[in-house]
């Protein structure tokens, strides 16, 4: 089976401009999560989507904006890019809203110039 | 505000000894945690996790301890081989809020030969 695929796997973008990041979970999960990953530091909550319905977002700026489509696959948006958004993007899915482990993608390396 | 803590960023061991990971968190809300290893270029792996009402999982070479009163966790990798040389980190989460993910920094684990 395949695991959480994330596309692009690097970008590089000029500072205000826009970029979308995809994310297709791992077959039957119907929750995906969005986190961010700056060096040197552990992964920071941005979003969770269950069943299409937004169920958590962290501290971010609403710059930062996602949704997930029927297929429960996934896209985050961020607009007017700042420097301090150069970072790791990772995508993870879980089966459902509850206790279980999420499953990482292998992220998407922005860098913002 | 960081709830969850890994005071050490490098841990060094020889092949063959254990390695033992260390976390505390500070919100005693928490009630599951869980460990990730992270190879470069590739997103966190879900190794192993323990729910609060629980104090010692094992699975295989792996074993997790939660002291609830201390509000610490461990890992414990019995015996450490060369594949084992990863960033890990540590997580939590709770019901309060929906389940998402809160991480240390890291600690980055290199075996020796």
């Known amino acids: 089976d395949a695991g959480v695929t994330q596309s692009p796997t690097h970008l590089i973008k000029t500072r205000g401009q826009h970029v979308t990041l995809r994310c297709s979970p791992i077959s039957g999960h119907k929750s995906v999560s969005w986190y961010q990953q700056v060096l040197g530091q552990g992964p920071q909550f941005i979003f969770q989507?269950?069943?299409?319905?937004?169920?958590g977002r962290g501290n971010f700026p609403d710059r930062f904006s996602a949704r997930q489509f029927p297929n429960y696959s996934s896209e985050l948006n961020v607009n007017a890019l700042l420097l301090g958004d150069s970072a790791l993007y990772l995508c993870?899915?879980?089966?459902?809203?509850?206790?279980?482990?999420?499953?990482f993608g292998n992220g998407t390396r922005l860098t913002v110039t | 505000d960081q709830q969850v803590k890994q005071n050490s960023p490098s841990l060094s061991v020889q092949e063959g000894r254990i390695s033992i990971l260390n976390c505390d968190y500070t919100?005693?809300?928490?009630?599951?945690f869980l460990w990730y290893k992270k190879y470069p270029a590739e997103g966190p792996t879900f190794l192993i996790s323990i729910s609060s009402i629980k104090d010692k999982n094992e699975d295989g070479r792996f074993t997790v301890f939660l002291n609830k009163s201390a509000k610490h966790l461990s890992l414990h990798i019995v015996p450490s081989q060369p594949g084992d040389s990863a960033v890990y980190f540590c997580a939590a989460s709770a019901q309060f809020n929906d389940y998402k993910l809160s991480f240390g920094a890291g600690t980055t684990v290199t075996v020796r030969a």
């Open positions: 919100n005693s809300m928490f009630d599951y």
């Open positions: 993870a899915s879980s089966l459902g809203w509850t206790n279980s482990p999420l499953h």
């Open positions: 989507y269950y069943e299409k319905e937004e169920r």
